[in-house]
Nanobody
Framework: VQLQASGGGLVQAGGSLTLSCAVS????????MGWFRQAPGKEREFVAT????????YYADFVKGRFTISVDNAKNMVFLQMNKLEPEDTAVYYC???????????????????WGQGTQVTVSS
């Protein structure tokens, strides 16, 4: 199974980007499909995730209604629509899938066992 993230780029503050993540390979079920980000010198942090079982979505507090996560089940893709971007959103964004059960919360990187390669998002002021 491979995750391929795309859609990053350079955008001015207040602008928008949509990140995409294509999941390919063998058919599998998953618990969560989500996004994390990592800025230089900082730890990887949770951005958003969607529970495949319940359909519930969860966002980090800093999202403040600016981002929307969605899943296309037919295409096995997960998206992150990001609006009102701020310079503080500059980071490498990673898509992640929790394909097996792990005893960690959905907002912890260790909950996820499949990761994409990351896509750079840079927001200029």
């Amino acid at each position: 199974v491979q995750l391929q993230a795309s859609g990053g780029g350079l955008v001015q503050a207040g602008g928008s980007l949509t990140l995409s993540c294509a999941v390919s390979g063998r058919t599998f079920s998953s618990y969560f499909m989500g996004w994390f980000r990592q800025a230089p010198g900082k730890e990887r942090e949770f951005v958003a995730t969607l529970s495949r079982n319940s359909g519930n979505v969860y966002y980090a507090d800093f999202v403040k209604g600016r981002f929307t996560i969605s899943v296309d089940n037919a295409k096995n893709m997960v998206f992150l629509q990001m609006n009102k971007l701020e310079p503080e959103d500059t980071a490498v964004y990673y898509c992640a899938v929790a394909a097996s059960f792990r005893a960690y919360s959905h907002d912890r990187p260790r909950r996820y066992d499949l990761w994409g390669q990351g896509t750079q998002v840079t927001v200029s002021s």
